[in-house]
């Protein structure tokens, strides 16, 4: 089991990243591109939309970066209270508490993010290359589902962890 | 009594650690059902950024400078500066100041400043005879020194919450970051060990510095290039943004070729991605719930029981340096524009303070929060990086924050030098 998630965690940790590669590159050069054409009179219509959509689906791909690597911003007044007294059972276990809570909440989320789409679909408008804002907006859901599968990913990963110290 | 319950739960788990994305979800979800708000509405706030048109100079002008943080740039431009003004008082700590400064503004003081220039700030400061202690506590300050310099990310962060011209504000920090460097500069000066121990006078060489100059002309540029860029009116914010990763991609790849494109290029887009993933996925979620805080009045009712309290508005900026810097020594500074801006800019408002000026107050007030003990970040990233405890810190770093106070003070209290440009 534990073996399994670990593989399927590495895949996610791949693919975010070459897919995160590739946007970072795709926006620096269409963003350059835009302006260029734009010096001789030009507008590629399309470049804008699109490239901020990418940075908004970015933002998953990050986030789901973050989640693997605990980077995420957060508050942390406890949690570093609990680190700096050396007690790391109780750190064990707000960091379990934390990946439940989350992954809870992003549930929650998707399942706004559906329904906004259904509703979207319904009154959706062309935004660039004859996509319609419904399929557009789906990114919300998805996006989110892939920063759960990796909290879930790493609240499993973690018993794996504890089994080590032991 | 369940608003409560879920208030308490939401602030339990933001303490905990949960990341902030998550609680400021979890906020705006359970405002938007107990206000019988259908919560796909939380979804419909989220993809709003997406139409925000600054919105791609924050992974743009971030991917620019951890690309710079993680070749050889600081080194050139360390170098570069100390042939030119190390002959000076002080000159060497100065020049640590402004590579520093000119870090944190293209790295957003994300402890990227602290971490890559720390290691090589520290031995030359010690070498050129400055006490431990001002070594220590300069390296931690200067890590969020530059904030208010443009193209500074939580610059742009700011604009796109409160909906101020980022060209505006990218104007606005020059003066008051100014400011703040003449501070310390001054605090260099005293300090200088020649000041202290007559040690020998360092002199100007011309061939060090041209020689310094044509190593590092390409970099040394760029941010000459970018002001003169946005306030010439050459380039909006989102052409510079595109240009500078794009400059600086080439310059470090296949010029200077201090990063392999197969290698170090993704390894630098996932680290800066990271940040910036998750200060999107912040913003994104606070919207939704910032957003339902202003549409229930919180900022008017928070404003009328202020109004019981302070009469005027420098009674008001006096209050809202000591809660800022509160905040800001709690909060890292992308999540306290998210989470305090909106709220903080009606009040302000009412009280006659205009929004840039406010800007200018929120971003130094939140710089000096880094360094402000018991949890400022810049004091725990820097005694990680040195390996020294967190009290050395506290101790080193004391004298910086009186004299970004007395900085702050000046910001604050002068709105002229926020709003100079705009006469």
């Known amino acids: 089991m534990i073996a399994a998630v670990k593989k399927m965690d590495f895949l996610l940790e791949k693919l975010t990243t070459y897919l995160l590669v590739v946007s970072i590159l795709a926006m620096l050069s269409l963003s350059s591109l835009s302006i260029v054409v734009r010096w001789f009179q030009h507008n590629i219509t399309w470049i804008d939309p699109f490239v901020r959509h990418l940075v908004f689906f970015s933002a998953f791909l990050g986030g789901v970066i973050a989640t693997g690597r605990g980077t995420h911003i957060g508050i942390d007044i406890i949690g570093k209270f609990v680190e700096s007294k050396g007690w790391h059972h109780l750190r064990n276990i707000i960091s379990k508490i934390i990946a439940i809570a989350s992954i809870a909440v992003l549930g929650w989320m998707i399942k706004a993010g559906i329904e906004f789409t259904r509703v979207e679909m319904e009154f959706s408008k062309i935004e660039f290359w004859g996509i319609s804002s419904g399929y557009l907006v789906m990114m919300v859901p998805v996006g989110l589902s892939l920063v759960a599968l990796r909290f879930i990913f790493v609240f499993i990963l973690s018993f794996e962890e504890k089994a080590e110290v032991a | ?423």
């Open chain 2, 1 to 423: 009594m369940s608003g409560a319950i879920a208030g308490f739960g939401i602030v339990f788990l933001a303490i905990l650690g949960t990341p902030l994305f998550i609680v400021m979800s979890l906020a705006a979800l359970v405002a938007f059902t107990f206000s019988g708000v259908e919560v796909s509405a939380v979804a419909q706030e989220f993809y709003r950024i997406s139409s925000a048109p600054t919105l791609m100079t924050i992974p743009l002008f971030t991917f620019a400078g951890y690309l710079m943080a993680e070749s050889k740039s600081p080194q050139r431009l360390l170098k570069l500066a100390e042939t030119g003004l190390g002959w000076l008082p002080g000159g060497v700590s100065i020049v640590a100041l402004v590579v520093c400064a000119f870090f944190t503004a293209f790295t957003g003081a994300s402890g990227v400043t602290i971490i890559a220039l720390g290691g090589l700030i520290y031995p030359i400061l010690i070498k050129d005879g400055y006490s431990e202690k001002y070594t220590l506590g300069m390296v931690t300050a200067s890590g969020s020194l530059g904030l208010l310099f443009p193209p500074s990310l939580p610059i742009i962060l700011y604009g796109l919450v409160a909906k101020v011209d980022i060209d505006k504000l990218f104007k606005a920090g020059l003066l008051p970051g100014l400011i703040i460097m003449i501070v310390l500069s001054g605090w260099a000066i005293y300090n200088s060990p020649k000041a202290i121990a007559g040690a020998p006078k360092k002199v100007f060489i011309l061939k060090d510095f041209l020689q310094a100059l044509r190593e590092a002309w390409l970099e040394a540029l760029l941010p000459v290039a970018v002001l003169v860029g946005i306030y010439g009116g050459f380039v909006t914010v989102t052409e510079a943004a595109a240009f500078t990763a794009l400059y600086v991609f080439i310059i470090e790849v296949f010029i200077y070729k201090d990063l392999s494109f197969s290698k170090d290029v993704p390894n630098v887009i996932i680290e800066s991605m990271s940040l910036v993933g998750g200060i999107l996925l912040i913003l994104c979620c606070a919207l939704g719930f910032t957003n339902f805080l202003v549409d229930e009045e919180i900022p008017l009712k928070i404003f009328a029981l202020m109004k019981e309290f302070l009469h005027d508005k420098y009674s008001f900026l006096l209050f809202l340096n000591i809660f800022l810097l509160i905040v800001g020594c709690l909060m890292d500074i992308f999540s306290a524009i998210v989470v305090v801006v909106p709220l903080i800019i009606p009040i302000a408002n009412d009280f006659g303070v205009d929004p840039i000026h406010l800007a200018m107050i929120f971003l130094a007030n939140l710089e000096i929060g880094y360094l402000t003990p018991p949890v400022g970040i810049n004091l725990f990233i820097a005694s990680f990086r040195f390996k020294r405890p967190i009290t050395e810190l506290y101790k080193s770093a004391v004298p910086f924050l009186i004299l970004l106070i007395i900085a702050l003070a000046i910001i604050t209290y002068v709105p002229d030098l926020s709003l100079f440009w705009f006469k």
